[in-house]
């Protein structure tokens, strides 16, 4: 039986499977199943140990008031979160949420006392200027999150374009994302089709705009080209019941893209697996089937080597078809049947026969 048609028999998972099974064991028992060398299989094993001892470190930063906390909160499984382990205390000001191998870096709000943000800037300075075990830049992507119905913005522009641009330097825009959070209330809450989720026309319009003045501010001040994400983070009113988010899809999707492609996989374990999470979003796009393409992009030149049946490497980890990985994850397996639940669940039955 291929490995295909026997994945397809065992997507139901049995009666106290474990229901957060890894990515890397599922990728890991492919492999070891699949019919090549033991010298082959131990050269894809190895590789997949490689991208599982790699970590993925985000930092959050933005003025207060901006929805650090809830966007993170919608994103990410933060309940199984260690806070606080191995915070250096020259950046005390400077939270870690430890995710397996994702690692969180959340700073405080800007914008409430001038002291106070003296210190926060020097701490994300020195964060910013660490470096990791293989000698690489220890952050890989800076998340800047603006509040969309705000009109005063300073706090932001001086954060990105006095403190983040001048250390990133020429890796600035690849490695800053500009998010534009609570786009619900960017009109005062007029304009949000409540029913569907989304802004209306006049509000969707609105909150172009505002992308676009943001986006020519930062390039005026800086000459780089940073493309706002507008999104809503969800929230709860007293009595009222969650608020569910809209284009989360689309901010996850430039997360993961921004992220180095050895990395990506670190995403997949701990997303929130509230399905609720990943509907809403602008449709420009199918932004779940892109960022799924984007965790299963080539890493490196061993994985052309490994992809012997003709197939997309696009589409493949390790030799590992994705849409497999797919299948299995949306049968019940992984912390993202959620995510991955309805594109995987019904539309490639056939697929991997």
């Not at 997507?11 to 957060?20: T, V």
């Not at 070891?32 to 993925?56: F, P």
């Not at 409540?194 to 800086?222: G, M, Y």
């Not at 969650?242 to 999707?253: E, V």
Request: with cysteine; hydrophobic share 35%.
């Amino acid at each position: 039986m291929s490995i295909e048609k026997r994945e397809v028999a065992k997507l139901e998972p049995e009666a106290g499977a474990d229901e957060r099974r890894s990515i890397y064991d599922i990728l890991e028992e492919e492999i070891t199943n699949l019919g090549i060398s033991d010298a082959e299989k131990v050269k894809r094993l190895s590789k997949l140990l490689q991208m599982r001892n790699k970590r993925v470190n985000v930092l959050l930063a933005g003025a207060t008031g901006a929805g650090k906390s809830s966007t993170v909160n919608a994103l990410f499984n933060m309940e199984v979160a260690k806070v606080g382990v191995g915070v250096d205390p020259e950046t005390a000001t400077i939270t870690k949420y430890e995710l397996d191998n994702l690692i969180l870096w959340d700073t405080p709000g800007l914008g409430d006392d001038v002291k106070t943000d003296k210190k926060i800037k020097k701490d994300i300075v020195k964060k910013l200027n660490e470096i990791s075990d293989d000698g690489s830049p220890l952050i890989d992507l800076v998340i800047v999150i603006l509040d969309a119905s705000s009109k005063d913005l300073g706090t932001s522009y001086d954060l990105i374009n006095n403190v983040l641009i001048p250390v990133l330097g020429a890796e600035a825009e690849k490695r800053i994302l500009v998010a534009l959070n609570q786009s619900d209330v960017a009109m005062k809450g007029n304009h949000w089709d409540a029913e569907n989720n989304k802004p209306d026309e006049i509000l969707q319009k609105h909150l172009e705009e505002k992308a676009t003045s943001v986006r020519k501010r930062i390039a005026e001040a800086t000459g780089l080209k940073l493309s706002p994400i507008y999104f809503c983070a969800g929230y709860k009113e007293d009595g009222q019941p969650q608020r569910a988010p809209y284009n989360l899809t689309k901010l996850l999707y430039h997360i993961v893209k921004a992220t180095p492609k050895d990395k990506r996989l670190a995403f997949i374990d701990n997303l929130n697996d509230e399905e609720e999470n990943w509907t809403y979003d602008d449709r420009k796009k199918d932004y779940r089937k892109e960022t799924f393409k984007s965790f299963f992009q080539s890493v490196g030149s061993s994985i052309r080597e490994c992809s012997q049946n003709g197939g997309n490497i696009g589409d493949m980890i390790l030799g590992v078809p994705g849409k497999l990985i797919g299948r299995i994850m949306g049968g019940g397996y992984g912390a993202v049947r959620g995510f991955f639940g309805s594109l995987f669940g019904k539309r490639y039955d056939k697929a991997c026969e």
